[in-house]
């Protein structure tokens, strides 16, 4: 089974709209990571979130993890067609671990 | 800025074929990584190394070598290129540590098909 599940799978906004895109495990996430993947190119790292609570924004976009570190969020406002792509979260579910991949999202904005 | 840059953006290669993926780095990151990424599977975990001439299978290791001789430099190796094996290939490295304090740095990817 995914270890790291995000929601939805695929989402697609109108240009100006918020939106939020969700990276969920049943294991504490050590290490949280949020990249973005244009299509057919390499990721590009965003964000890095460690501790629970933490909260960090680039741009108009805010990750966030939750308390229990099971869960983070990233929330883009505004959306702009530039915001289009695959969001990926990663982890690593122990402290001496590699960082495993969620199965990305997959965001259109529509002008 | 972290810079990891793959040889080739697209390669057409035939069965049986041996394949060589070039991934170098230039900030002198400890590990670095290949994986594959193919629709419906995500990102898969192939090979990685935390140091030179060091290596340790990922995931999916089959059909698969490495070859890291030097820091900057992280060689993936098809020994018998299959049609199974034509995917999204993407290196990456990070600082050092595990992946509880350390982001991975991607390069471009390389699409490979094999015929």
């Known amino acids: 089974s995914q270890e790291l599940e995000q929601s939805p799978q695929s989402l697609i906004v109108q240009e100006g709209k918020n939106l939020t895109i969700n990276c969920t495990s049943s294991k504490t996430l050590y290490g949280l990571y949020w990249y973005k993947q244009k299509y057919g190119e390499g990721l590009i790292f965003l964000m890095m979130?460690?501790?629970?609570?933490e909260e960090k924004s680039h741009e108009k976009i805010t990750a966030k993890l939750d308390e229990k570190k099971q869960q983070s969020s990233l929330h883009i406002t505004a959306s702009q067609p530039s915001h289009a792509g695959i969001y990926l979260c990663?982890?690593?579910?122990?402290?001496?671990?590699?960082?495993?991949f969620g199965k990305g999202t997959r965001l259109h904005i529509l002008p | 800025d972290v810079k990891v840059t793959q040889s080739s953006r697209y390669l057409v290669k035939r069965t049986g074929e041996k394949v060589f993926l070039e991934c170098v780095q230039d900030m002198d990151h400890e590990n670095m990584f290949w994986y594959r990424q193919d629709p419906g599977l995500g990102l898969r975990l192939i090979y990685f190394?935390?140091?030179?001439?060091m290596k340790e299978k990922g995931d999916i290791p089959e059909g698969y070598s490495v070859s890291r001789e030097k820091k900057e430099r992280f060689s993936l190796i098809l020994e018998s290129a299959s049609t199974n094996q034509t995917s999204m290939y993407l290196c990456?490295?990070?600082?050092w540590g595990t992946g509880y304090n350390s982001p991975l740095h991607f390069g471009n990817g390389t699409r490979l098909t094999v015929t």
């Open positions: 990663g982890a690593a579910l122990n402290r001496d671990d590699k960082i495993i």
């Open positions: 990456a490295s990070s600082l």
């Open positions: 979130l460690q501790k629970g609570g």
């Open positions: 190394s935390y140091d030179v001439k």
